[in-house]
Nanobody
Framework: QVQLVESGGGLVQAGGSLRLSCVAS????????MGWFRQAPGKERRFVAA????????SYLDSVKGRFTIFRDNAKNTVYLEMNSLKSEDTALYLC??????????????????WGQGTQVTVSS
């Protein structure tokens, strides 16, 4: 089992920034690819960003490219999502997820085995 705990969400004005963190425990962190997803009220959960186990590959939702950056620190068992130039449409519950590492980039939520509870991000316009 892998336990994931997100933090760093909050209320921010449009154009502002936030850094989300997700700390993993229970298994060897470097054995997992990591992803961030988000879910707005009444909408489906949607892929935001992913990073593979050794940080050699990243993938992003088109609408966040150039604004969001995913990175990880395997020594701290933590994956981050740096979010800049936030927009009202970024408002959602942001969830961290882990998948056993592979050679492919994980962008579908069905590919992930473990999930955190999420951290709320609210962007006011």
């Amino acid at each position: 089992q892998v336990q994931l705990v997100e933090s760093g969400g909050g209320l921010v004005q449009a154009g502002g920034s936030l850094r989300l963190s997700c700390v993993a425990s229970g298994r060897t962190f470097r054995n997992y690819d990591m992803g961030w997803f988000r879910q707005a009220p009444g909408k489906e959960r949607r892929f935001v960003a992913a990073i593979n186990w050794n940080s050699s590959r990243e993938s992003y939702l088109d609408s966040v490219k150039g604004r969001f950056t995913i990175f990880r620190d395997n020594a701290k068992n933590t994956v981050y999502l740096e979010m800049n130039s936030l927009k009202s449409e970024d408002t959602a519950l942001y969830l961290c997820a882990a998948a056993t590492r592979s050679s492919s980039t994980r962008i579908r939520d069905g590919e992930y085995d473990y999930w955190g509870q999420g951290t709320q991000v609210t962007v006011s316009s």
